[in-house]
């Protein structure tokens, strides 16, 4: 099994639409979609709103015995369940569920972050975080849901506590790149943040003894990573492989032997590195969260790895 061609064909179920701009970044509800309960996922735009998609149950999409990786492609997803459009006043670039999936939380272009909760079917607006200077381009919970990470583009990474009642205390701030942050993201299983940049690195934060967070690992050119902007990092589910993608028309795969050992921090290094035709970039431009992790991580478990030059996926950026 050397490509896509040779599993499944991926095709257009549908097109949903609802939201007046540019759609930046979607997020499954990680309870849902199981046991009975109908797939749901949030959706985010530069119309300055969230829209929540539930999966019909009288939806007309024919089911069958799918390959693994077409679960996340076959809902039939039309129906509206909430519209979140009273919070934020500019672009709403990121969004993310808690692993509980009772809580969304929201990264903005006005420099804050809104946590929403589904009370009795109603979304809403439990906290407003403040601090970044300027834009927020992205939100990650951790495994525990005790922890949310924001970056943006004063250069800063942000660390919240969530605290009993839904409080939310900034615990460190994170000052380490010299451009601004892109992503961040947590790693699957340990409180280990990651973040990638303008500046062309990863970087990998982890906290000491004495409740301090700081830099454990640079990836950068020295280091065989990337040489342009890192637009976005994904795990796969056991943690031990990481992708990276960026603008130097690279997707490099990381690989680690465990994240602690008996003298502390295991260090990344690069694994695989994938290069794409600048012809195909435009259309590309990155494998995104919930592509990259459901399908390049599912060929890596079966041996192989997803060509990226097989997917169409929209530029977020």
Same mark, same amino acid.
């Given at each position: 099994? *050397?490509?896509?061609?040779? +599993?499944?064909?991926?095709?257009?179920?549908?097109?949903?639409?609802?939201?007046?701009?540019?759609?930046?970044?979607?997020?499954?509800?990680?309870?849902?979609?199981?046991?009975?309960?109908?797939? &749901?996922?949030?959706?985010?735009?530069?119309?300055?709103?969230?829209? /929540?998609? =539930?999966?019909?149950?009288?939806?007309?999409? =024919?089911?069958? &015995?799918?390959?693994?990786?077409?679960?996340?492609?076959?809902?039939?997803? #039309? !129906?509206?369940?909430?519209?979140?459009?009273?919070?934020?006043?500019?672009?709403?670039?990121?969004?993310?569920?808690?692993?509980?999936?009772? +809580?969304?939380?929201?990264?903005?272009?006005?420099?804050?972050?809104?946590?929403?909760?589904?009370?009795?079917?109603?979304?809403?607006?439990?906290?407003?975080?403040?601090? !970044?200077?300027?834009?927020?381009?992205?939100?990650?919970?951790?495994?525990?849901?005790?922890?949310?990470?924001?970056?943006?583009?004063?250069?800063? &990474?942000?660390?919240?506590? &969530?605290?009993?009642?839904?409080?939310?205390?900034?615990?460190?701030?994170?000052?380490? #790149?010299?451009?601004?942050?892109?992503?961040?993201?947590?790693?699957?299983?340990?409180?280990?943040?990651?973040?990638?940049?303008?500046?062309?690195?990863?970087?990998?934060?982890? =906290?000491?003894?004495?409740?301090?967070? #700081?830099?454990?690992?640079?990836?950068?050119?020295?280091? *065989?990573? !990337?040489?342009?902007?890192?637009?976005?990092?994904?795990?796969?589910?056991?943690?031990?492989?990481?992708?990276?993608?960026?603008?130097?028309?690279?997707?490099?795969?990381?690989?680690?032997?465990?994240? #602690?050992?008996?003298?502390?921090?295991?260090?990344?290094?690069?694994? /695989?590195?994938?290069?794409?035709?600048?012809?195909?970039?435009?259309?590309?431009?990155?494998?995104?969260?919930?592509?990259?992790?459901?399908?390049?991580?599912?060929? /890596?478990?079966?041996?192989?790895?997803?060509?990226?030059?097989?997917?169409?996926?929209? *530029?977020?950026?």
């Amino acid at each position: 099994m *050397n490509s896509l061609d040779d +599993m499944a064909e991926l095709r257009l179920l549908q097109t949903l639409e609802g939201h007046r701009d540019r759609v930046w970044s979607l997020a499954w509800n990680p309870t849902t979609g199981t046991g009975g309960l109908p797939a &749901v996922f949030a959706s985010c735009s530069g119309d300055k709103t969230v829209i /929540i998609w =539930e999966q019909s149950l009288s939806g007309s999409f =024919e089911r069958k &015995v799918p390959p693994p990786l077409l679960l996340i492609f076959i809902f039939v997803l #039309h !129906h509206v369940q909430a519209d979140l459009n009273e919070t934020h006043e500019r672009t709403i670039r990121s969004c993310a569920w808690s692993p509980s999936g009772k +809580m969304l939380a929201t990264a903005s272009f006005d420099a804050t972050t809104a946590i929403w909760e589904n009370v009795g079917g109603d979304f809403e607006c439990i906290s407003t975080l403040e601090g !970044h200077e300027n834009e927020v381009k992205s939100v990650s919970w951790n495994a525990a849901g005790s922890l949310l990470a924001t970056c943006g583009r004063d250069k800063s &990474v942000w660390i919240w506590e &969530v605290e009993p009642g839904n409080e939310f205390e900034c615990v460190s701030v994170l000052q380490g #790149h010299t451009q601004d942050v892109k992503m961040v993201q947590w790693h699957p299983s340990m409180d280990v943040l990651f973040s990638c940049s303008y500046d062309n690195t990863i970087k990998i934060w982890a =906290e000491d003894g004495d409740d301090d967070w #700081h830099c454990v690992q640079t990836l950068n050119e020295a280091s *065989n990573g !990337h040489t342009s902007t890192v637009w976005a990092v994904s795990f796969n589910a056991t943690g031990d492989r990481m992708a990276s993608c960026s603008d130097d028309l690279t997707i490099k795969i990381w690989g680690t032997d465990g994240l #602690h050992s008996g003298n502390g921090f295991v260090p990344w290094n690069r694994w /695989i590195v994938l290069v794409l035709s600048r012809e195909r970039w435009g259309d590309i431009f990155v494998l995104y969260q919930a592509i990259m992790t459901a399908l390049c991580f599912q060929f /890596i478990g079966q041996g192989s790895l997803l060509s990226p030059e097989s997917l169409g996926v929209m *530029n977020p950026f």
